[in-house]
């Protein structure tokens, strides 16, 4: 071999090595923070985009949704049909913000607070004891204002300055006016009312990255913002300086012409190759059984560092509860291993034993798949559960629901939840609100998905 030839050669592998590094790199990038940046993009569309349809208004305001959940709905994915929401980011760089909250006496009803990286990190309500209400003062790390009379628990943020805010108020026998009543007296005011109001917009966008003809190099200019609005944990050095190898640092614009043109072809492929992943298939992490994907109990919602689970969560699921207040399960898979779709029936038998052993209530929700989002049907039906009225249980007390397109006949059709059109595919979400020590340690798992019309 010429010595030209091993230049070459050697000159090559270099790129390579460049083009990889690049793309390995950006590929823990994206996956690291696509929950981030998705937690900005609501910021953004509920407080910011006034042409967002998904707009909701001031930032610091809880906005109520006094109905269910339908398909039109697409704040976010596979959203809860047994409570309306109320819903909004707070910002607390201003000072420190009262959550007010009603009594609650008869009926499970819940406050959930996370961070920006997708932690729940604190809750108001049922599970803390709090059905008699009051206020609870949000602060940020390091506040050192005065508590105001009354306050019944203090609630600090682990990251600044964001908190995003998601409340349920069951609604019971189909009475959704008492629950919106309820729904309606959680409310958000400043501790000092002279605290002025927070701008929103001076968070960064982060909504047009996945655009049809947009640059891919978005992304990775909208995390290092985003690290910059909202400084991790401090237990996440590590990973921050895997991506400053990248050119991504909180408080530094991120410039690729910094980089290799060879690192920066390898990032544009991570983002194009994480986005393909997220949407694949089967789009739920973890064991399953019975065809039903059991989530680790121990991680979720409170993420620690298993960044690959947040981040198939974040896409089928973003602001998921806890296990401990709420375990959801999902199926994309029928008993027999075949993917849920709206051509064949299936059944859901739960005996007289098998039912979700839990201390609020159990639903099961139909949703598109892979999309996550409620689909239309003729009697706008789209979950069955616990707290639905008129299921018709077996003499031996059992339970059959019915997962089907059409409709199983009169004698059946109290227990029918609807299904997609014909070749469409559809997934299954099995909510557990309060759950027992038998869900959260494995012990109890729901019976299988099957299949009729083989």
């Known amino acids: 071999m010429d010595a030209q030839t091993l230049k070459q050669q050697i000159a090559t592998a270099h790129e390579k090595a460049r083009a990889d590094e690049g793309y390995w790199l950006g590929m823990a990038a994206f996956r690291y923070g696509f929950p981030l940046l ?120 682990p990251t600044p300055p964001l908190v995003c805010l998601l409340a349920r108020v069951t609604i019971l026998d189909d009475d959704v006016p008492a629950a919106v009543a309820l729904q309606k007296r959680i409310a958000l005011r400043p501790a000092d009312p002279a605290t002025p109001k927070p701008d929103p917009s001076a968070n960064p966008p982060a909504r047009d990255w996945r655009g049809e003809g947009g640059d891919p190099l978005d992304f990775h200019r909208m995390l290092a913002d985003c690290l910059s609005a909202s400084p991790p944990p401090a237990a996440e050095a590590g990973v921050l300086g895997l991506l400053a190898r990248i050119g ?127 689909v239309e049907n003729p009697i706008g039906r789209y979950h069955l559960g616990s707290l639905t009225k008129d299921l018709a249980f077996g003499p031996d007390g059992s339970l059959t629901l019915y997962l089907q397109r059409e409709n199983p006949g009169p004698d059946k059709e109290s227990n029918w939840l609807p299904t997609t059109e014909p070749g469409v595919l559809f997934r299954l979400i099995l909510r557990q609100y309060l759950p027992t020590p038998d869900i959260l340690t494995g012990r109890y798992a729901p019976p299988a998905v099957v299949r009729v019309d083989r």
Request: aromatic share 12%.
């Open 248 to 374: 991504i640092t909180p408080h530094r614009p991120f410039d690729p012409s910094r980089l290799h043109p060879t690192a920066v072809d390898g990032l544009r492929r991570a983002v194009a190759d994480g986005l393909r992943d997220l949407y694949a298939d089967m789009p739920f992490a973890g064991p399953s059984h019975n065809g039903w994907v059991m989530v680790d109990v121990d991680t979720i919602g409170d993420w620690g560092t298993d960044y690959f689970s947040r981040l198939e969560i974040a896409q089928i699921g973003l602001l998921a509860n806890r296990a401990k207040e709420a375990y959801y399960i999902g199926a994309v898979l029928d008993g027999d291993g075949d993917p849920l779709s709206g051509e064949h029936r299936y059944e859901l038998r739960f005996g007289p034993d098998d039912f979700p052993p839990v201390d609020a209530f159990w639903s099961l929700t139909m949703y598109l798949n892979p999309q996550g989002f409620l």
């Open 38 to 157: 998705e937690m900005h993009r609501s910021l953004w569309e509920w407080h910011v985009d006034t042409s967002a349809p998904t707009h909701l208004g001031a930032i610091n305001e809880i906005h109520h949704t006094p109905r269910r959940a339908e398909p039109g709905d697409t704040y976010f994915v596979t959203p809860i049909v047994d409570a309306p929401y109320s819903r909004a980011f707070v910002d607390l760089s201003g000072g420190a913000v009262v959550l007010a909250v009603p009594p609650v006496t008869d009926r499970y009803f819940t406050v959930q607070l996370l961070d920006v990286y997708t932690n729940s990190f604190a809750y108001v309500g049922t599970r803390m004891g709090d059905t008699t209400g009051g206020d609870f003062l949000l602060a940020r790390p390091g506040w050192r204002g005065t508590v105001p009379d009354g306050i019944t628990r203090v609630i600090t943020a």
